[in-house]
């Protein structure tokens, strides 16, 4: 169990360009979230996966937001024409599903927008 | 709106101290219950979890839990803390039956020695 993992771990980016974080959740793990989450603040859900179908949104996902999981397994989340407000960790956590259905979080991408 | 709350943003004290941190949620019906915690420069790590059974608890380094229905409340507690144990806490909710978790805003502990 190589735990979820996330890249890059950090990223510095202008305002107005585009950005793309990966995540590899654990082997096996059907589901996969994205999180946000900014200073002060517990982590805000995003968006949710079922192997490669993505079944919820959060009204938090402006339409600059894109997510995919095309095949299942890793996911890739981009940011179109970044603002400052954009700047947070993103996390990504993945889970078996079910009736005791338990996240595993990886480590984040911190993104700073200047 | 439905909602997670933390009772304190900080706690600061002395090893051997025991610590409760208070959760309280605004769903109704059914919940699943989680304790997260995040070790400076460390991702989140599941500290503890309750899904139904005994109200009551037990995750790792010697955490416990108690969920109390009446009270909407699934306070975390410790007898005796260490100075590991500084880190931020969060509790998390999941209402649903698909997963998405709803998040307090953290407690931060601070251990001294």
């Known amino acids: 169990d190589t735990g979820v993992s996330q890249d890059p771990r950090h990223k510095i980016t202008k305002r107005g360009q585009n950005v793309t974080f990966r995540c590899d959740p654990i082997s096996e793990h059907n589901r996969l979230y994205w999180y946000r989450q900014t200073l002060g603040q517990g982590p805000e859900f995003l968006t949710y996966f079922q192997n490669e179908a993505q079944l919820e949104k959060s009204r938090l996902l402006s339409d600059r937001f894109s997510a995919e999981r095309p095949k299942g397994s890793f996911s890739t989340l981009e940011i179109q024409r970044t603002e400052q407000g954009d700047s947070a960790m993103y996390l990504c956590a993945s889970s078996l599903g079910g009736a005791t259905d338990t996240q595993y979080f990886g480590p984040g991408t911190r993104l700073t927008v200047l | 709106a439905q909602s997670v709350s933390q009772h304190n943003h900080h706690v600061i004290l002395s090893e051997a101290a025991s610590l409760e941190l208070g959760c309280n949620y605004s769903?109704?019906?059914?919940?699943?219950l989680f304790w997260y915690v995040q070790y400076p420069g460390q991702h989140l790590q599941l500290l503890l979890k309750y899904f139904s059974g005994d109200p009551l608890v037990k995750g790792i380094k010697g955490f416990e839990a108690e969920f109390i229905k009446s009270k909407f409340s699934f306070n975390l507690r410790k007898p005796s803390v260490q100075w590991s144990d500084t880190a931020e806490y969060f509790c998390a909710v999941n209402p649903g039956s698909w997963g998405k978790l709803q998040f307090g805003a953290g407690t931060q502990v601070v251990v001294t020695p």
């Open positions: 769903y109704g019906g059914t919940v699943n």
